[in-house]
């Protein structure tokens, strides 16, 4: 079996081949999504779709994206209607009957985050599900085949035991989630297999952790140092006479009120640079792993996903979004799409010719869910 | 002339090559082991506009899944000849279509902003349970004063009462009236939900007479009786519903705070005029003369270039919805002479009034 010559089948080949008319797309997408009150952004984000899914070849044959608007829009009427609406109106009916400060109010808030963080789960997996569904290659559409209420579960467990475990149980139950879609992903009849143990991650999840303390304690320790340095009744004098209605500070209190506040602020911005900057280096780390233990067939899947590159790719997506005010947001999807594209390799071969059509049933709508909770999918 | 394509059939992943014959029916095609097939023109698409030099996929309604993938320009340019409609980009009936849509969609848009608007709030301020206007109205005034001092005396409050109840005989079906009166400068008039009215210190002190606090007070009787603060509660409510449905969020009613009392006290123009001809209908048949609210008016009109600005100023009132003064104005005519007019209170109930606030 691992000789691929000797198995049946292909070996993989992944390109993403970018073609013109994505700019177009953007203001256009951008300019009716504004004129409709934002009711056209299910028509925009299935165009990007269209657009970017038949960018990405497999062995000379393009993905094709077969969903539609209406499917979305259809979705987010359906969780609206039984899920939000329902909601709002208790919540105002309650403010007008008993006032705006009853608990009761207070306690519907509280519910509705409960629902929100049961339901995150299903959200994701369902969004998934409808994109393999709608996705199709050599004809033959993928699916997810478990159920997401399962999924649902296990990453509420998942947020909890995260929250309690001060994320040291993350490793584990990221592998557990993976493990679950990824064996419920099944493209035409092929199945997908996820295999593997969360322990080799556990050294780079270290690292990280004790870096951001680390970072943390440095950030606390600097401002601390700084009052310190600068502590006495001075430093109150020069603070109240800055911040006075009528302020004249002499030139020192001026400089020891700006150099505090400086110190402040840059140490804050750069904990929440380096923080990210820091856990780039885990998520590579895991991107990979979860990579590796992958299969389909007799393929297994390498992803030459490194803190660099993924740190490059985050920062320019930023910039893009910043320098386009947002327009530009489909091509941030296209670089997350492309960076996958470049650096996924399939090792091994699959016997394409075998694979016979999905025989899951095709759902009417899709991503309700997930428009309703802004979960982040493309 | 067959060219020869890529057949994928929408069962199994494997790619089959055929040959394929075009006609103004249709397409054929047939393979190594493949039975003809027919493809009619009418549900042939493309399922990527076509671009010259570039390879066609095509696919039929009749089985989904299934692509005909050709690359051969001779054979697109014939095939579009035949089947323009297989271009995309304009196409009068999608066109059309598409105009239709937006045509539905901003008269859907244009229905559910004036049911929210217009239609729903008077009609469901008038179903209101009289607790849910007590105690909105209740939080309301709470919030509206501001810890200002509530101003009795026993004299001041029997004044307010007879002033009331001279104006209660020109309505039998006057609703239900709670009329307060707190110690702010601003010369002002509210009415809130359940039938509270808020009068001010400065209100009472300004005006020159006790028909001018009677006309004002008629005023805002006929906001509580046509119930326009509970239509405005309403209204606020189904704005920000249709705000938390577009953006997706789920907004808490928060109509205790101030922006939202703002919001509540700010009449339409035709709800301004509802309550000044409630207000003179209801004075000529009390026997008050009805110039009281016409006086009052042409003191806002003189005190509106003034330049005021404490919260309540900006809270707006009946008589600031500037422009439109003038007009309404106009609109007070005097009673007929035949009825013979007597004052709201008396001089010395007037008096006990005025130092209602100490």
Redesign the interface.
Known sequence: MTDSRGAPGETIQIQYVPRPGLGGLSIVNFLLTIL????YRFWAKTNVRKHIW?CIYFNG?PL?YTGRGLELFLG?LIV?GIF??P???L??V????????HPA?IAL?IL?YLIIAVLWGAAVYRARRYQLSRT??????GTLVGSSMIYSLTYFGSLLASGTSLGWSNPVLNTVLQEQIIGDMRF?NLAFKFRGRAGPLYPTYALCWFLTLVAIIAGIGIIAYEFAVLSGPELSAAFEEVFRDNPQPTPDQTWTVGTMIAVVVLTYLAIFLVIPTLWAIYTAKELATFASYTTAGNATFKLNATAGSLIALVIVNLLILIFTLGIGRPFIQQRLVRYMCDRLQVIGTVD??????SSAALSKTGEGLA??F?VGVI | MPVDAIYFDGQVARDRPVSVNLDSQGLTFSGDGLPPRAWRMAGLFAVDPPVKGHTLRLAHDSQPGARLVVHDEDFMAELLAIAPHLKGGFNPKRAMKFSLWIGLSLAAFAGVMYFTLNYAPQKIAVLLPEEWRERAGEQMEKALAQGAKFCTTPAGDAALSAMLASLAEGDPDMPPIKVRVYDIGLMNAFTLPGGHIVLTRGLINETSGQDEVAGVLAHEIGHAAHRHPEAQLVRIMGVEILLSVATGTSGGGNTGSLASLAAVLRSSRDAERQADTYAVDMMVAAKIDPTGLKRFFEKVLKEEGKPVNTTLSRLGSVFSTHPGTAERIGLIKPAPTSIPLKPAISDSQWTDLRKICG
């Open positions: 409709t009150l934002g009711i038949s044959q094709e987010f609206l939000m609406l909601f709002i109106l919540v105002f309650i403010s007008l009957a008993y006032g705006p400060e109010i808030q509705l199709l290659w050599r004809g033959i559409r035409g394409v010719d075998a694979i016979a059509q428009d309703a802004d």
